[in-house]
């Protein structure tokens, strides 16, 4: 048998209906801040169930609670995606948790041998693969799972930066 590093949990993502009133939410009831982010996404290069699929467009900011990082979705587009197959229109809540893998094929192909499958998977406009993992039948929520990528880790240091230096002014504040 071959031994593999543990899989790291590092964030928990939330969709939320409205992003600003989600940000106000998480703050009033954790004491958390500043969000980082709150422009329009727009992830291109969809596929959806293996088969090519319209962009998804969302909103979203990165929080940091302690060691966790905490993300909320308000999602803009009506097409099928990951984001779909878990929430009708309105509705909110937990969906999924992210990882990084040093190895993303490996990875991704341990979930699907293990009977799960790729949702939506998408190339950033930076050149990294992420995919949604339905993980739904055996832990309630889907898995995002990320390459290594220096950008991406760049966005999770500043969420941190930002908390350990927040003054309380700004409660969403623009990624760098």
């Given at each position: 048998m071959t031994e593999r590093a543990a899989s790291r949990i590092v964030q928990n993502a939330y969709v939320v209906r409205d992003l600003e009133q989600g940000c106000a939410r998480l703050h009033a009831l954790f004491g958390i801040g500043p969000f980082?982010?709150?422009v329009e996404v727009v992830l291109n290069d969809h596929r959806y169930r293996g088969a090519p699929a319209a962009p998804i467009r969302l909103r979203g900011v990165?929080?940091?609670?302690?060691?966790?990082?905490i993300e909320l979705m308000e999602i803009l587009s009506a097409s099928?995606?990951?984001f779909h197959d878990m929430f009708e229109k309105?509705?909110?809540g937990l969906h999924h948790v992210a990882m990084f893998s040093d190895d993303y094929d490996a990875e991704k192909a341990r979930w699907i041998a293990a009977g799960h499958d790729v949702v939506s998977e998408f190339t950033t406009d930076f050149g990294a693969d992420i995919c949604y993992i339905d993980a739904r039948?055996?832990?309630?929520?889907?898995?995002?799972?990320?390459?290594?990528?220096?950008i991406i880790r760049a966005m999770y240091a500043q969420t941190i930066e930002e908390a350990r230096d927040w003054d309380g002014r700004q409660l969403i504040v623009p990624w760098r």
């Open positions: 980082v982010g709150g990165f929080v940091q609670s302690g060691d966790l990082n099928p995606s990951a309105g509705e909110e039948d055996t832990l309630g929520h889907f898995i995002e799972l990320y390459p290594e990528h220096p």
